[in-house]
């Protein structure tokens, strides 16, 4: 099966600019989840989306982060505006559903690095 | 979800077995241990989980001890492309109708060296 797929893979943005990051999803997965990675930790929970409906976003800053799963599929987060603390790898992962589906649990994208000047 | 204590990085030599500890003290009865690794430039990516018996698949075999307090991930001929950081994380299971999110934490950098 064809893997969940992110663009763009990099993406270099002045503060205060916006900027936007695209996840597809493996097919028939309802489940998506946005990660930020900042350099030398572990991935961090952003927002998690069961089909189209928000089902845990407590550690997004909604003050400049947004994210939308219209029609359940793909998803976008977005950033308005961006600060250099933002600076970090985005990774979209996706499951069958909120218990982790299969044994195999969440399948990551390979991600967004984003850099912040 | 329970925390769990990872050494921050370890060196092995190619070709020999990759034993790689953790700590859950404070886990639950319904916790599975999971482990993922990431490999530079990419995503997290599964490797094996169990509960309380021993499992092993293609890739690697978990060894959970009796209390359940600790595992060690067993990579039994380390390749150079098992350099990656690998992440031990606990959380409830696949038991259906609760939302089970993974939390990472810094994970430990196995370094195969030749």
């Known amino acids: 099966e064809a893997g969940v797929a992110q663009s763009p893979r990099y993406k270099i943005i002045e503060k205060r600019q916006s900027v936007a990051f695209w996840c597809n999803p493996i097919?028939?997965?309802?489940?998506l989840y946005w990660y930020q990675q900042i350099l030398g930790q572990g991935p961090k929970l952003l927002i998690q989306f069961q089909n189209n409906g928000v089902v845990d976003d407590s550690q997004l800053p909604k003050d400049r982060f947004s994210a939308e799963r219209l029609k359940g599929v793909d998803s976008t987060l977005k950033i308005q505006p961006a600060k250099l603390e933002d600076s970090a790898v985005y990774l979209c992962a996706s499951s069958l559903n909120m218990a982790g589906g299969t044994n195999y649990g969440y399948t990551f994208g390979s991600g967004t690095r984003l850099t912040v000047v | 979800d329970a925390k769990t204590t990872q050494p921050p990085s370890m060196d092995c030599a190619e070709g020999r077995a990759a034993n790689l500890p953790c700590n859950h003290s404070t886990i639950s009865g319904n916790e599975y241990v999971y482990w993922y690794r990431q490999i530079h430039s990419q995503g997290p990516q599964y490797i094996i989980h169990g509960l309380k018996n021993n499992e092993t698949n293609e890739m690697a075999s978990l060894i959970i001890t009796e209390d359940r307090k600790s595992s060690t991930l067993i990579l039994p001929h380390a390749t150079l492309r098992d350099t990656a950081v690998y992440y031990c994380i606990v959380r409830v299971g696949n038991s259906g109708g609760s939302n089970y999110k993974l939390t990472f934490g810094k994970g430990t950098l196995l370094t195969v060296n030749p």
């Open positions: 097919s028939g997965h309802a489940t």
